[in-house]
Nanobody
């Protein structure tokens, strides 16, 4: 079992920045691939970013590439999402997710993740 708790969401004007954190507890965090997803009202949950358990490989949705950065600190059992140059279309509830995985694996589909946080709201005003 992995328990995930997100924090760092809030309200920001377009062009601003936020840093989301996801604190994990439970099984060994270093053997877990992590991801961030988001869900806007009336829309399906969508992939934002993913990172392997070593942190060496990352993947991003095209809509956030160059603006968002995913990272992790295995010593702190925490994964981060640095969000810069935020746009109103980034407004959503952001979720972190975990999937047992070693090596260079990461995942971009919701069904590939076993554990989810409760989500944190990000609102970007124009």
């Amino acid at each position: 079992q992995v328990q995930l708790v997100e924090s760092g969401g809030g309200w920001v004007q377009a062009g601003g920045s936020l840093r989301l954190s996801c604190a994990a507890s439970g099984r060994t965090f270093s053997s877990v691939a992590m991801g961030w997803f988001r869900q806007a009202p009336g829309k399906e949950r969508e992939f934002v970013a993913a990172i392997t358990w070593t942190g060496r490989i990352t993947s991003y949705a095209d809509s956030v590439k160059g603006r968002f950065t995913i990272s992790r600190d295995n010593a702190k059992n925490t994964v981060y999402l640095q969000m810069n140059s935020l746009k109103p279309e980034d407004t959503a509830v952001y979720y972190c997710a975990a999937a047992p995985a070693g090596g260079s694996r990461y995942y971009v589909r919701t069904i590939e993740y076993d554990y989810w946080g409760q989500g944190t709201q990000v609102t970007v005003s124009s």
